[in-house]
C-alpha cells in the first residue's frame, strides 16, 4: 500500500470519528438538560475521572495511555463547553 | 432516558473511538514508514488543512465546525506524536 492508500483509509477512520463525536454530543446536551432540570452541576470530576481511568485500561494501543488521555481531555472538554453554551442560551431565553 | 441510561450510551461511543483513534494511529505509523524510506517529512500542513476543511465540510452537529477542528487539531497533534516518536527509536536503533 503506497502512502494515498493509507490516507484513504484514515479519511474513511475520520469520518466515523467525525459522525461518533457528534454522536456523544447528542447525548451529552441530553444530559445537560437533565442536569439543568434538576440543578446538578455540569462540571462532575468524578465521572470525568471515570472515563479516563476507563480508557486507559481498555487502550490497547498503539497510542500511549498518556495520549489517550489527552485525546479525551479535548473530547470531555467540549462536551462540557457546548453544555454550558446550552445552559447559557436557556437561561437568556 | 435517566443519566445513567445516557452516560451508558457515551461509554459505548467512547469504547468505538478509542479503537477508531488506535486503528487511525496504525495507519498514521504506516504513513510514517512510507515518510521514512523516501526521506519525506513528517509535518505536511496540505494534508492536514485538507483534513481539517473536510471534516468542517462534512460536519452534521450539534458540534460546531470550531470544535471539530479543535478536536481534529489535537487527534492530528497526537499522530504528528507519534510518527516523530517512531522515526526517533529507528535513528537510534
Known sequence: MDLEDWRERIDTVDLKLLELLNERTRYSLEIGKIKERRHLPIYVPEREQQIYERMERLNQGPLSDKAVRRLFERIIDES??????????????
Open 80 to 93: 462540557r463547553r457546548i453544555e454550558k453554551e446550552m445552559a447559557e442560551k436557556n437561561r437568556n431565553a
